[in-house]
């Protein structure tokens, strides 16, 4: 996609976001890679829901701000799944209502956070893990993704929320949505007995998907 192409998609993606409630007010951001090297990011501070395309700032490939507005102050957890984990196209950082409830919640697993309930999480999420908290803005964070060397797609913040990469911005954008989604189905099962996936039926998944 040319740039042009990335900065409408982003927008439109991100309205669709905000719309059905996966951010709210200025909550959330997203990167993309771009074709010859750089990012664009969604610029700080701004709405997801009121995006102007031409105002998306724009990295060069060693991440120094070349153009549009000052990106989001959360670029180093964009910068750390880019460096850590190899064919990330796309990362989208939300505030979505279950994943983040899942994020706070002291009997939640770090290490799965998200059971394996569904085929479609499996597919597109793989393993959710969970990162110590830190102030929004401290770039501590990005090195607590890094030491997860590359392992996971998707993590949860702890009292904070999710981060999902993925191989471009619709497969990032649809596993943020598969994760809050699935996060909603295991508060709605909660004190309910219920099946999970087994351990082979996980392993035919990720070998037939190649996660």
């Given at each position: 996609?040319?740039?042009?192409?990335?900065?409408?998609?982003?927008?439109?993606?991100?309205?669709?976001?905000?719309?059905?409630?996966?951010?709210?007010?200025?909550?959330?951001?997203?990167?993309?890679?771009?074709?010859?090297?750089g990012?664009?990011?969604?610029?700080?501070?701004?709405?997801?829901?009121?995006?102007?395309?031409?105002?998306?700032?724009?990295?060069?490939?060693?991440?120094?701000?070349?153009?549009?507005?000052?990106?989001?102050?959360?670029?180093?957890?964009h910068?750390?799944?880019?460096?850590s984990?190899?064919?990330?196209?796309?990362?989208?950082?939300?505030?979505?209502?279950?994943?983040?409830?899942?994020?706070?919640?002291?009997?939640?697993?770090?290490?799965?956070?998200?059971?394996?309930?569904?085929?479609?999480?499996?597919?597109?999420?793989?393993?959710?893990?969970?990162?110590?908290?830190?102030?929004?803005?401290?770039?501590?964070?990005?090195?607590?993704?890094?030491?997860?060397?590359?392992?996971?797609?998707?993590?949860?913040?702890?009292?904070?929320?999710?981060?999902?990469?993925?191989?471009n911005?619709?497969?990032?954008?649809?596993?943020?949505?598969?994760?809050?989604?699935?996060?909603?189905?295991?508060?709605?099962?909660?004190?309910?007995?219920?099946?999970?996936?087994?351990?082979?039926?996980?392993?035919?998944?990720?070998?037939?998907?190649?996660?």
């Open positions: 996609m040319s740039q042009a192409e990335l900065r409408a998609q982003i927008v439109e993606l991100s309205r669709s976001l905000f719309e059905r409630g996966y951010s709210v007010g200025s909550s959330g951001n997203i990167s993309v890679a771009v074709e010859g090297g990012f664009l990011v969604t610029p700080t501070n701004s709405c997801l829901g009121r995006l102007d395309a031409d105002a998306i700032s724009l990295l060069d490939a060693d991440w120094h701000h070349i153009g549009g507005d000052a990106p989001s102050k959360e670029v180093f957890l910068r750390a799944f880019y460096e984990r190899p064919g990330t196209g796309a990362v989208v950082h939300l505030h979505s209502t279950y994943a983040t409830a899942l994020s706070c919640l002291s009997d939640t697993d770090p290490a799965n956070c998200i059971p394996p309930i569904t085929p479609y999480v499996v597919m597109r999420v793989g393993t959710v893990r969970m990162v110590d908290y830190a102030m929004p803005g401290d770039p501590v964070t990005g090195d607590l993704i890094r030491g997860l060397d590359g392992q996971a797609a998707a993590v949860l913040l702890a009292n904070h929320g999710p981060v999902v990469a993925g191989a911005l619709t497969a990032a954008v649809y596993a943020a949505e598969e994760l809050e989604e699935t996060a909603k189905l295991v508060f709605l099962m909660r004190g309910l007995a219920s099946r999970q996936l087994t351990a082979e039926q996980v392993a035919a998944l990720n070998a037939r998907f190649k996660r």
